[in-house]
């Protein structure tokens, strides 16, 4: 998890780490109740933006089918490839559920509506890291509290709604709302792999966890429909060579968020574990021999995890990240010999402190690409990625999917997806930013990006793209600020499709989902909308509320931000839309209290983040 501060302070091209000054300040964050009310996102709003419960939300399981391997490939039981893309989600952790708890909103309409928009995005899967710090003991026991409750709403509501879980059970990263002994804070990462007490406080926590019994679906975590898949820990961080050898050996940014004393502690015992092993069996100090170390060390870690996943009775594929991994021949070695099922990469082109506005990063980020030879059978996955800051950037969300694709890539999460409440504020890790209807151009592309990882086939090929690039069904262009995909029904297209189209559009397609203008669609409002023809008689139009942003898009837009100033607003100002498809010259228009809006020249009048339901009956049925 490369994991940003809230607010002000610079993010490490690595990863985001907070400065003790950047703490006190979140800290210190409060929320007058009147912002919430001022951005039409109160919780009176939430309620009414989610369709009745009992009607609605009925559960969905019979969607979630067991996901197996077979020969390196991710499979459902009637032997279909899976293809799933998705989000990172975290409701429950970090600052973003310290953030939402400032805005005193209701946990299960929070993350209900949250799941509704992620589904009208594309997304298929949701990653969790689980922050074990926020929910465990010094042993390793899990701790029942509120972080744990949320989690269990969220598997609720995935179950409800059809949406895979991808669960990391161990994250070790901090967190304000890290318990005071829980004992993954009282060690470094790198210890995480070696430490004995560690071991079998992990051992001791993912069992507890995915035998945990659900409040709410009365299921054990293991056995929960929406469970898909598991990787084993986030980021896993370890001592290369370089650290028995140098005794002025700096593990970077890594160190930051540990005390020096536990990482010099931790340190001299890995080095004491080296010699060790060097002298019980007669070796030298070379680096050949640490290789073989640290492949022994790996195997044993990976061996007592993956034990400790099926000893629960869970059946799901068993992920090993690769983080860290390419630099340190023995755990890829390691990783490749294990028993685990499937790798994970992640990747953020460009780094996290620099505008991505205007940058076609596709030449230098977007390559086809292989995983190290050692780790190439196994399944694999995307555990995160992201182009960081940007807000109208879309075209590396299709040019990702398919480079995913190339590697041979199953499953892709994006990091991270925004919740509704405190997506206008941008507070939750600044330089992503992604939310259904604040950035409604993005949401388009990643619809895009979603139906584009599927198209792709796995391990496909391709020349180092350039720009304008089309591919199966999907075209990109920086140049242009755009996004589109066509199929003979459908048409996505993420700006004004005016001045560029390189493919052919179909003449009535049954679904249009853009932003701006287009040959089918006048709008004049900054939303997205969503046109599908449900009948031959019958389109279905839904429009997501105007955009007001408030602040120029520059590096403060991400790096910049409090509960005090939000970045982007909710507007409902009534628009103009007219409707363009041949045939549809004359048609009523109903909104969606069965009132009939006024339609001239096939122009109406709406409001933004409502739903219309227009009737053509010059057609016959």
């Known amino acids: 998890m ?3 501060t809230d607010i002000l302070f610079p993010l490490f091209a690595a990863g985001y780490l907070l400065c003790p000054v950047t703490l006190i300040l979140l800290f210190a964050f409060s929320v007058n109740a009147s912002v919430t009310n001022n951005l039409n996102l109160t919780q009176e709003t939430l309620v ?9 939300m009925k559960h969905k399981n019979q969607n979630l089918q067991p996901i197996h391997i077979e020969n390196g490939v991710f499979l459902y039981p009637d032997g279909n490839e899976v293809a799933l893309f998705g989000v990172n989600y975290l409701p429950m952790s970090w600052h973003q559920y310290n953030n939402m708890k400032a805005l005193n909103v209701d946990f299960r309409h929070a993350v209900r509506q949250d799941i509704s928009d992620m589904k009208k995005c594309g997304v298929q899967v949701v990653r969790v890291h689980y922050f074990e710090s926020e929910s465990c003991d ?3 026991n899990l701790v029942v509290n509120d972080h744990l409750r949320i989690f ?15 669960l990391t059970p161990l994250g070790w990263w901090y967190s304000p ?3 005071q002994d829980a004992y993954s804070r009282k060690i470094s990462k790198m210890r995480m792999m070696y430490g004995k007490h560690a071991l079998s406080s992990s051992e001791n926590f993912i069992n507890q966890l995915l035998t945990h019994t659900n409040t709410f679906t009365g299921k054990q975590l293991k056995d929960e429909p929406c469970l898909g898949v598991f990787e084993i820990i986030n980021e896993p961080w370890y001592w290369p060579y370089e650290s028995v050898t140098n005794s002025n050996y700096d593990p970077g940014w890594i160190a930051i968020q540990t005390d020096p004393s536990v990482i010099k502690r931790d340190l001299e ?22 290789v073989q170390f640290q492949y022994e060390k790996m ?10 996943i099926r000893s629960t009775g869970a059946k799901q594929p068993i992920a090993s990240a690769l983080f860290e991994a390419r630099g340190n021949k023995g755990i890829l070695k390691a990783i490749g010999k294990s028993e685990v099922d499937a790798v994970t990469d992640g990747w953020y082109p460009g780094g996290f402190e620099t505008l991505h506005e205007n940058v076609n990063q596709m030449p230098a980020e977007a390559q086809a690409y292989q995983l190290p030879e050692e780790v190439r059978h196994k399944a694999k996955m995307v555990y995160e990625f992201d182009i960081c800051c940007t807000y109208n950037n879309v075209g590396m969300y299709p040019a990702m999917a398919r480079r995913w694709r190339s590697m041979g890539a199953q499953i892709a999460c994006q990091f991270q997806y925004d919740a509704a409440i405190t997506a206008p504020y941008n507070t939750d890790w600044g330089c992503h930013y992604f939310n259904y209807e604040i950035t409604p151009a993005k949401t388009v592309a990643f619809n895009v990006a979603s139906k584009t990882f599927a198209a792709v086939p796995r391990d496909t090929q391709y020349p180092t793209p350039a720009d304008n690039e089309i591919f199966s069904g999907t075209a990109v262009s920086f140049e242009h600020r755009q996004v589109l995909r066509v199929t003979s029904n459908e048409v996505y297209y993420a700006h004004s499709l005016k001045d560029w189209l390189p493919l052919e559009l179909p003449e009535s397609p049954k679904l249009i989902v853009g932003c701006d203008n287009s040959p089918f669609v006048e709008y004049t409002g900054s939303g997205l909308y969503r046109l599908e023809q449900i009948s031959p008689t019958e389109i279905k139009l839904s429009i997501t509320k105007n955009t007001i942003i408030h602040k120029k898009i520059d590096l403060d837009f991400f790096l910049k931000t409090s509960l005090d100033k939000p970045k982007v607003t909710l507007d409902n100002s009534i628009q103009q839309f007219q409707l363009k498809l041949p045939g549809w010259n004359e048609f009523k228009c109903i909104d969606q209290k069965g009132e009939e809006i006024k339609v001239a020249k096939r122009f109406f009048n709406v409001i933004p983040g409502s739903t219309y339901f227009l009737h053509n009956n010059s057609v016959k049925k």
Not at 299 to 308: E, P, T
């Open 138 to 140: 010094a042993n390793g």
């Open 48 to 56: 009414k933006k989610t369709c009745d419960y009992k009607k609605n």
């Open 299 to 308: 195997s044993a870690f990976l061996k007592r995890m993956i034990d400790a």
């Open 152 to 166: 269990d709403i969220l598997v609720d509501e995935l179950n409800r709604q059809g949406i895979y879980l991808y």
């Open 269 to 290: 015992l890995w080095r004491q574990m080296w010699q060790n092993y060097c002298k019980e069996k007669h070796l030298d100090f070379s680096k050949e021999n640490y």
């Open 177 to 179: 709302c890290e318990l």
């Open 2 to 4: 490369k994991k940003n």
